[in-house]
């Protein structure tokens, strides 16, 4: 089946999901990254890779991470970077999402980083591109709803592989609202395609979605037994924003039951990371003993996140 995200040549043009991405193409968005880090540590932190191009930075949802370290990465390009701001965007009057994509084209965008509530609103973004025969402008989605984070999927394994080398052998919990997780499912889409050992899945029932085995995880209702001896924790936010209805009985409880502590901790491997996407919710599903403690990597993933930006945006816009 056609990936909407590939060229004719199997080249990454937009990025959209992990979800159907070779294992090729994830494993050049890494090493490309890695060149990227040596430009972040020089005086002159600027490479002209997109010079004379505009990136159209358009998050329809809050974020403190993603825009900011992609304006970083498309300033690093030498891109110029506009930063919409939805709240005064003519969104708010009612205007379609692609009638404003339509007015930014007409501005000479080159392309579009978004964030959506709605899952597939980048998708629907690339597939208009593709119907108007503007092959050269470009959408990385930066978060839709439920169901994608990539470039926070890339930069998670970014930190993996720089802290730990191989996937080949490593065991991964990722522990906690998966029901709602974009980055969860882009995580475990690329854990799977980058050959871990072993994913799992740990949460309650009610917070880790029907048939989830079938993404080539094994699921754990018990974060003991989830924890024990992995080498990487991935801990997630609970989404609190995107749940309907009481499926937990109190943060209190949760905590109790899925808080990742000094004490659960010391059940993985005593060299395991800890990572978290973030926002954290201290007291809620980490506590601050771990969150900043010698194990979390929850800091250098973000930092890693701007040469991993960098990668996606110059392979789609070289592409
Ligand atoms: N991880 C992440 O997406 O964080 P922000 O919501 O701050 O961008």
Do not use: W
């Amino acid at each position: 089946m056609h990936n909407p995200q590939l060229n004719a040549h199997g080249e990454l043009t937009h990025l959209l999901s992990i979800e159907g991405l070779p294992r090729d193409v994830l494993m050049q968005i890494l090493d490309t990254a890695s060149s990227f880090i040596e430009v972040s540590d020089r005086d002159v932190k600027k490479v002209p890779l997109l010079r004379g191009k505009s990136v159209f930075n358009v998050f329809f949802e809050n974020s403190t991470r993603t825009r900011t370290t992609f304006e970083i990465a498309a300033k690093r390009l030498s891109a110029d970077v506009i930063n919409l701001d939805v709240t005064r965007s003519s969104t708010a009057k009612g205007e379609t999402l692609l009638d404003t994509v339509d007015n930014l084209i007409a501005m000479h965008a080159d392309m579009f980083v978004v964030r959506h509530a709605a899952s597939g609103a980048p998708h629907l973004i690339a597939d208009h591109l593709r119907r108007v025969g503007r092959n050269d402008v470009h959408v990385v989605n930066a978060g839709d709803g439920r169901h994608a984070h990539p470039t926070q999927g890339l930069l998670d394994m970014y930190t993996i592989r720089h802290y730990k080398q191989e996937f080949a052998n490593l065991v991964v919990a990722v522990v906690g609202d998966i029901l709602h997780s974009r980055v969860a499912r882009s995580d475990i889409n690329a854990l799977t395609t980058l050959g871990a050992a072993e994913v799992r899945a740990v949460g309650p029932q009610t917070l880790l979605p029907t048939a989830i085995e079938r993404m080539g995880v094994r699921v754990y209702h018990d974060l003991r037994e989830g924890l024990r001896d992995c080498d990487v924790v991935i801990m997630l936010r609970l989404q609190n924003e995107r749940m309907n209805g009481a499926l937990l009985p109190s943060a209190r409880e949760y905590f109790r039951c899925y808080g990742l502590t000094p004490a659960m901790l010391a059940l993985a491997r005593p060299d395991a990371i800890v990572m978290h996407p973030g926002p954290m919710n201290r007291g809620v599903e980490i506590d601050s003993d771990v969150a900043d403690g010698p194990q979390a990597v929850i800091l250098p993933q973000v930092t890693f996140g701007i040469a991993v930006r960098m990668a996606v945006m110059g392979i789609v816009a070289g592409n």
